[in-house]
């Protein structure tokens, strides 16, 4: 069996899965997509494969390794809009189309997706489907230590009716408190956990309660929540998954300002949470149809702080709706989510070690 090591260009990604990683495989920071960098560390690391996630397309490292006989595969594939019409300029089709010849795999976000690699010359041989890994992530079994926070988490919330806005950017956070405002008007012992798309971002979101005279309490103190914390700010890493689990109702932020677009809905709908979203979704847009077109009441998309406002009133004063909402997002998942691995790893497999294991022989 191959010694397994695993390259990140994300310090928040590295912090986020080292901990979930098995005994024997090594993590480890990629290098700047500079010529010397790359060549040093491929020859250090000596890699069998390379795999590339969405628009992660490093000319460097991806020509390199091309020279070097070392397989490079792009999965849950993806090029936005902009990024393709600069690619499409005639200086750039050329180097892309050069890059995009060098992979042995691609597996495209969807088919619009697999259409921009096409017209960037991307070898159609080598383009296949197997599904959005992004409906694997929220698939996991809980550990022990996961299990032991949800219940700590149960017991101090007291079965007070709960909200989450997840992956809140700035100045979405704004558009969330007032919505809360609002809610506990109706609702007096509501409690939002607000969980920020950057750590660095609950500073402003604390200052602000202060300035306000909110009664919150900092996931990172592990001060307890009583009868009177009106918020739970979450400034930790790595907890979002575990917390979907212990909120009945999530709302996925990064889509309530223009210029954003969307995060990941399933690792809420995995945990059977009822999943709002904002209008400003982005490529995320096509998870949001395939869910739909399983129930439409797997995901609610609001228009904007009015509409998110009725839709959590709603929910959190009606059970039946509570529960049929949490019931599709979760069924939703489930039929979204099988398969995906196991048909990515085949075509893995199959245009990449099996490519290798004939080129050894030969």
Not at 140 to 146: N, R
Not at 153 to 158: E, I, N, P, V
Not at 296 to 303: D, I, N
Not at 329 to 348: C, E, P, Q, T, Y
């Amino acid at each position: 069996m191959w010694p397994c090591s695993i390259w990140f260009v994300c310090f928040e990604c590295s912090e986020v899965i080292k901990d979930l990683l098995p005994d024997g495989v090594i993590h480890q920071f990629a290098p700047l997509d500079c010529p010397d960098a790359i060549e040093s560390f491929i020859r250090y690391w000596k890699p069998n494969l390379i795999l590339l996630m969405e628009s992660e397309l490093w000319p460097n490292l991806i020509l390199s390794a091309s020279e070097k006989g070392i397989a490079v595969a792009l999965l849950n594939g993806r090029i936005s809009l902009k990024s393709f019409n600069r690619w499409s300029l005639p200086l750039g089709l050329q180097l892309v189309s050069l890059m995009l010849s060098r992979l042995s795999l691609v597996i495209p976000l969807s088919t619009i997706q697999a259409v921009r690699f096409q017209l960037l010359h991307t070898p159609p041989q080598i383009i296949h489907f197997a599904g959005d890994l992004k409906y694997v992530v929220g698939d996991i079994d809980a550990g022990e230590k996961e299990i032991t926070a949800i219940e700590d988490l149960q017991q101090q919330f007291s079965n007070r009716p709960i909200w989450m806005a997840a992956s809140i950017h700035r100045g979405e956070d704004e558009v969330v408190l007032r919505v809360h405002d609002e809610l506990i008007k109706i609702y007096p012992t509501l409690l939002l956990i607000i969980v920020p798309r950057h750590p660095q971002d609950s500073k402003n979101v604390s200052l602000n309660l202060k300035k306000h005279n909110v009664n919150f309490v900092l996931r990172s103190t592990r001060e307890v929540v009583s009868s009177n914390t009106s918020i739970y700010v979450v400034d930790t890493l790595g907890e979002l998954r575990m917390l979907y689990r212990v909120t009945p109702v999530a709302v996925i932020g990064g889509s309530f300002l223009p210029g954003l677009a969307g995060h990941n809905i399933s690792e809420a709908a995995a945990a059977g949470c009822a999943v709002l979203t904002g209008p400003y979704v982005g490529h995320f847009y096509h998870m949001l149809v395939e869910m739909w077109q399983i129930n439409p009441s797997a995901v609610k998309q609001v228009t904007g702080e009015y509409e998110l406002f009725e839709a959590l009133k709603q929910l959190l004063g009606n059970s039946k709706a509570l529960e049929t909402c949490q019931k599709a997002a979760k069924h939703a998942f489930s039929i979204m989510s099988d398969g995906i691995v196991n048909r990515v790893w085949n075509l893995v497999r199959a245009f990449t070690i099996s490519s290798q294991t004939d080129a050894w022989n030969s």
